[in-house]
Protein backbone atom coordinates (compact mmCIF):
# COMPACT_ATOMS: atom_id res chain seq x y z
CA UNK A 1 0.00 0.00 0.00
CA UNK A 2 1.66 3.44 -1.07
CA UNK A 3 0.76 6.20 1.18
CA UNK A 4 1.14 9.60 -0.58
CA UNK A 5 1.19 12.96 1.23
CA UNK A 6 0.31 16.48 -0.28
CA UNK A 7 2.28 18.78 1.47
CA UNK A 8 3.49 22.09 1.52
CA UNK A 9 4.42 24.73 3.60
CA UNK A 10 2.64 27.42 1.98
CA UNK A 11 -0.97 27.71 2.58
CA UNK A 12 -3.51 28.68 -0.59
CA UNK A 13 -1.24 26.62 -2.98
CA UNK A 14 -4.09 23.78 -4.04
CA UNK A 15 -3.44 21.22 -1.48
CA UNK A 16 -7.12 20.01 -1.28
CA UNK A 17 -7.87 20.30 -5.05
CA UNK A 18 -4.60 18.41 -6.35
CA UNK A 19 -5.58 15.68 -3.42
CA UNK A 20 -9.05 15.09 -4.35
CA UNK A 21 -9.03 15.62 -8.09
CA UNK A 22 -5.87 13.31 -8.17
CA UNK A 23 -7.44 10.67 -5.84
CA UNK A 24 -10.48 10.80 -8.40
CA UNK A 25 -8.26 10.54 -11.14
CA UNK A 26 -5.90 7.78 -9.74
CA UNK A 27 -9.85 5.49 -8.84
CA UNK A 28 -11.07 6.31 -12.14
CA UNK A 29 -7.65 4.50 -13.64
CA UNK A 30 -8.57 1.62 -11.29
CA UNK A 31 -6.57 2.21 -7.97
CA UNK A 32 -8.64 1.65 -4.79
CA UNK A 33 -7.75 4.96 -3.21
CA UNK A 34 -8.83 6.18 0.48
CA UNK A 35 -8.35 10.19 0.60
CA UNK A 36 -7.96 10.85 4.51
CA UNK A 37 -8.03 14.50 5.51
CA UNK A 38 -5.58 15.20 8.21
CA UNK A 39 -5.89 18.94 8.39
CA UNK A 40 -7.72 20.15 11.56
CA UNK A 41 -9.65 22.54 9.45
CA UNK A 42 -11.50 19.99 7.43
CA UNK A 43 -10.83 20.93 4.01
CA UNK A 44 -11.81 18.16 1.96
CA UNK A 45 -15.18 18.00 3.81
CA UNK A 46 -15.38 21.47 3.41
CA UNK A 47 -14.69 21.09 -0.36
CA UNK A 48 -17.82 18.49 -0.51
CA UNK A 49 -20.47 18.99 1.42
CA UNK A 50 -22.18 19.01 5.19
CA UNK A 51 -22.57 15.30 5.13
CA UNK A 52 -18.58 14.89 5.00
CA UNK A 53 -17.63 17.81 6.67
CA UNK A 54 -19.57 17.44 9.83
CA UNK A 55 -19.03 13.28 9.99
CA UNK A 56 -16.92 11.57 12.30
CA UNK A 57 -13.47 10.41 10.98
CA UNK A 58 -9.70 10.18 12.14
CA UNK A 59 -9.94 12.56 15.21
CA UNK A 60 -12.52 9.98 16.43
CA UNK A 61 -10.32 7.00 15.46
CA UNK A 62 -6.97 8.27 16.66
CA UNK A 63 -8.71 9.69 20.76
CA UNK A 64 -10.69 5.93 20.32
CA UNK A 65 -13.94 7.21 19.76
CA UNK A 66 -14.63 5.56 16.51
CA UNK A 67 -13.81 2.09 14.90
CA UNK A 68 -11.65 2.58 11.70
CA UNK A 69 -14.53 0.97 9.67
CA UNK A 70 -17.10 3.38 10.96
CA UNK A 71 -15.35 6.63 9.81
CA UNK A 72 -14.71 6.01 6.04
CA UNK A 73 -17.43 7.10 3.12
CA UNK A 74 -17.69 5.25 0.21
CA UNK A 75 -18.31 7.50 -3.12
CA UNK A 76 -19.78 6.38 -6.06
CA UNK A 77 -16.81 6.49 -7.69
CA UNK A 78 -15.84 2.77 -7.82
CA UNK A 79 -12.65 2.14 -5.53
CA UNK A 80 -12.65 5.26 -4.11
CA UNK A 81 -13.60 6.22 -0.46
CA UNK A 82 -12.63 9.07 2.22
CA UNK A 83 -12.20 9.84 5.93
CA UNK A 84 -13.09 13.01 7.24
CA UNK A 85 -10.64 14.45 9.75
CA UNK A 86 -13.73 14.90 11.81
CA UNK A 87 -14.77 17.89 13.96
CA UNK A 88 -13.11 19.22 17.02
CA UNK A 89 -12.95 21.85 19.31
CA UNK A 90 -9.81 23.99 20.48
CA UNK A 91 -9.32 21.38 23.36
CA UNK A 92 -9.70 18.66 21.07
CA UNK A 93 -7.13 19.75 18.31
CA UNK A 94 -4.42 19.52 21.51
CA UNK A 95 -5.49 15.85 21.97
CA UNK A 96 -5.61 15.23 18.45
CA UNK A 97 -2.14 16.28 17.77
CA UNK A 98 -0.77 14.58 21.11
CA UNK A 99 -2.00 11.50 19.99
CA UNK A 100 -0.60 12.14 16.58
CA UNK A 101 2.47 13.06 18.15
CA UNK A 102 3.20 10.87 21.21
CA UNK A 103 1.14 7.53 20.26
CA UNK A 104 1.48 7.64 16.61
CA UNK A 105 -1.84 7.26 15.74
CA UNK A 106 -1.71 7.86 12.13
CA UNK A 107 0.89 5.13 11.83
CA UNK A 108 -1.54 2.90 13.91
CA UNK A 109 -4.19 3.30 11.34
CA UNK A 110 -2.48 3.00 8.24
CA UNK A 111 -0.93 -0.31 9.62
CA UNK A 112 -4.86 -1.54 9.79
CA UNK A 113 -5.87 0.08 6.16
CA UNK A 114 -2.70 -2.30 4.94
CA UNK A 115 -4.47 -5.45 6.84
CA UNK A 116 -7.96 -4.83 6.75
CA UNK A 117 -10.66 -5.09 3.88
CA UNK A 118 -10.40 -3.91 0.84
CA UNK A 119 -7.45 -3.59 0.79
CA UNK A 120 -5.73 -0.43 -0.41
CA UNK A 121 -3.54 0.28 -3.22
CA UNK A 122 -2.87 3.79 -2.12
CA UNK A 123 -3.83 6.46 0.63
CA UNK A 124 -3.27 9.97 -0.21
CA UNK A 125 -3.27 12.37 3.00
CA UNK A 126 -4.39 15.89 2.29
CA UNK A 127 -2.59 18.12 4.82
CA UNK A 128 -2.67 21.31 6.20
CA UNK A 129 -0.05 24.23 5.28
CA UNK A 130 3.24 24.51 7.68
CA UNK A 131 5.08 22.24 9.69
CA UNK A 132 2.60 21.34 12.10
CA UNK A 133 2.24 18.26 13.98
CA UNK A 134 -0.81 16.81 11.68
CA UNK A 135 1.84 17.62 8.39
CA UNK A 136 4.96 16.23 9.74
CA UNK A 137 3.11 13.27 11.34
CA UNK A 138 1.49 12.87 7.85
CA UNK A 139 5.17 12.98 6.19
CA UNK A 140 6.22 10.61 8.52
CA UNK A 141 3.87 7.94 8.32
CA UNK A 142 4.16 8.10 3.94
CA UNK A 143 6.25 6.56 2.04
CA UNK A 144 5.80 9.44 -0.91
CA UNK A 145 5.22 13.20 -0.76
CA UNK A 146 4.13 15.91 -3.44
CA UNK A 147 4.09 19.58 -3.15
CA UNK A 148 1.81 21.86 -5.12
CA UNK A 149 3.42 24.67 -6.48
CA UNK A 150 1.86 27.45 -7.23
CA UNK A 151 2.92 29.62 -9.66
CA UNK A 152 3.18 32.81 -8.12
CA UNK A 153 6.68 34.25 -6.41
CA UNK A 154 6.45 33.54 -2.52
CA UNK A 155 5.58 29.97 -3.24
CA UNK A 156 9.03 29.78 -5.37
CA UNK A 157 11.00 31.22 -2.30
CA UNK A 158 9.10 28.85 0.26
CA UNK A 159 9.85 25.89 -1.89
CA UNK A 160 13.62 25.33 -0.85
CA UNK A 161 12.76 25.33 2.81
CA UNK A 162 10.28 22.54 2.24
CA UNK A 163 12.59 20.22 0.49
CA UNK A 164 15.14 20.44 2.74
CA UNK A 165 12.67 20.02 5.73
CA UNK A 166 11.82 16.59 3.43
CA UNK A 167 15.69 16.07 3.29
CA UNK A 168 16.03 16.64 7.23
CA UNK A 169 12.94 14.09 7.89
CA UNK A 170 14.76 11.38 5.46
CA UNK A 171 18.16 12.37 7.39
CA UNK A 172 16.03 11.13 10.69
CA UNK A 173 14.67 7.85 9.31
CA UNK A 174 11.35 8.82 7.88
CA UNK A 175 11.16 6.35 4.29
CA UNK A 176 10.04 8.97 2.27
CA UNK A 177 10.33 9.63 -1.00
CA UNK A 178 9.64 12.97 -3.10
CA UNK A 179 7.60 11.72 -5.71
CA UNK A 180 7.42 15.48 -7.19
CA UNK A 181 6.39 19.11 -7.37
CA UNK A 182 3.21 19.95 -9.29
CA UNK A 183 2.80 23.09 -11.03
CA UNK A 184 -0.87 24.92 -9.50
CA UNK A 185 -2.46 27.85 -10.64
CA UNK A 186 -0.42 28.25 -13.31
CA UNK A 187 -1.26 30.67 -16.32
CA UNK A 188 -2.52 30.40 -20.21
CA UNK A 189 0.23 29.00 -22.45
CA UNK A 190 1.65 31.72 -23.74
CA UNK A 191 1.27 34.70 -21.33
CA UNK A 192 3.79 36.89 -20.67
CA UNK A 193 5.66 35.23 -17.30
CA UNK A 194 6.43 38.83 -15.34
CA UNK A 195 7.43 36.91 -12.20
CA UNK A 196 9.76 34.35 -13.61
CA UNK A 197 7.58 31.37 -12.43
CA UNK A 198 8.03 29.02 -16.05
CA UNK A 199 11.97 30.07 -15.67
CA UNK A 200 12.38 29.36 -11.97
CA UNK A 201 10.35 26.24 -12.69
CA UNK A 202 12.58 25.04 -15.71
CA UNK A 203 15.91 25.44 -13.47
CA UNK A 204 13.82 21.81 -11.46
CA UNK A 205 15.41 18.89 -12.75
CA UNK A 206 12.54 17.04 -14.61
CA UNK A 207 13.08 14.16 -12.34
CA UNK A 208 10.99 15.87 -9.71
CA UNK A 209 8.95 17.94 -11.98
CA UNK A 210 5.58 16.73 -12.19
CA UNK A 211 3.12 17.48 -15.57
CA UNK A 212 1.49 18.63 -16.75
CA UNK A 213 0.45 21.76 -14.61
CA UNK A 214 -2.78 22.45 -13.03
CA UNK A 215 -3.95 25.80 -14.65
CA UNK A 216 -5.82 28.71 -12.90
CA UNK A 217 -9.52 28.35 -13.67
CA UNK A 218 -12.54 29.03 -12.57
CA UNK A 219 -13.89 25.56 -12.95
CA UNK A 220 -12.26 24.52 -9.68
CA UNK A 221 -14.85 27.05 -7.78
CA UNK A 222 -17.61 25.58 -9.17
CA UNK A 223 -16.76 21.96 -8.65
CA UNK A 224 -16.66 22.86 -5.16
CA UNK A 225 -19.54 25.32 -5.25
CA UNK A 226 -21.62 21.82 -6.64
CA UNK A 227 -19.34 19.54 -3.84
CA UNK A 228 -17.58 17.70 -6.68
CA UNK A 229 -14.38 16.60 -8.07
CA UNK A 230 -13.99 18.52 -11.89
CA UNK A 231 -14.14 15.11 -13.09
CA UNK A 232 -17.88 15.11 -12.06
CA UNK A 233 -19.08 17.96 -12.55
CA UNK A 234 -20.48 17.49 -15.69
CA UNK A 235 -21.42 14.81 -17.88
CA UNK A 236 -19.42 15.55 -20.01
CA UNK A 237 -15.90 16.86 -17.93
CA UNK A 238 -14.95 19.88 -18.42
CA UNK A 239 -11.22 20.01 -20.28
CA UNK A 240 -9.29 21.01 -17.00
CA UNK A 241 -10.24 17.35 -15.41
CA UNK A 242 -8.30 15.68 -18.07
CA UNK A 243 -5.44 17.47 -16.96
CA UNK A 244 -5.46 15.35 -13.54
CA UNK A 245 -6.06 12.17 -15.77
CA UNK A 246 -2.29 12.87 -16.80
CA UNK A 247 -1.38 14.10 -13.76
CA UNK A 248 -2.01 10.22 -12.25
CA UNK A 249 -0.05 9.00 -15.34
CA UNK A 250 2.82 10.91 -14.50
CA UNK A 251 2.81 10.04 -11.19
CA UNK A 252 2.02 6.23 -11.60
CA UNK A 253 5.40 4.71 -12.06
CA UNK A 254 7.37 7.49 -9.33
CA UNK A 255 5.13 5.52 -7.07
CA UNK A 256 5.54 2.10 -8.08
CA UNK A 257 2.40 1.52 -9.24
CA UNK A 258 3.44 -0.05 -12.34
CA UNK A 259 1.03 -2.78 -12.86
CA UNK A 260 -2.24 -1.94 -14.43
CA UNK A 261 -5.18 -2.94 -11.71
CA UNK A 262 -7.42 -6.22 -12.10
CA UNK A 263 -10.78 -4.56 -14.29
CA UNK A 264 -13.41 -6.95 -13.54
CA UNK A 265 -15.35 -7.03 -17.27
CA UNK A 266 -18.11 -8.77 -16.52
CA UNK A 267 -21.91 -8.05 -16.88
CA UNK A 268 -22.86 -5.27 -14.55
CA UNK A 269 -26.19 -4.91 -12.50
CA UNK A 270 -28.87 -4.31 -13.93
CA UNK A 271 -31.91 -4.93 -11.02
CA UNK A 272 -31.36 -5.93 -7.90
Known sequence: MIVLSVASQKGGVGKTTVALNLSFALAVRGW????????????????????VSEAPGLIDVALGRSALSDVIIPTHVAGLSLMPVGTMSYREQALFERALQEQ?????????????????DLVILDTPAGFTVPMVSSLWASSHVITPLQAEPVALRALPRFLERVRELRGMGAGLKLAGIVLTMAPPAGLADPAGVETAWNQYPEAIRLEPPI???????????????????????????????????????????NAQPAVDDGPLPFVD
Open 32 to 51: RTLLIDVDPQGAVGLSLNTR
Open 104 to 120: RALEQLLARCREGSPGW
Open 215 to 257: PRNPVFLEASGAGVPVGLLRRDPPPVARAFDRLAAHLEPRLGL
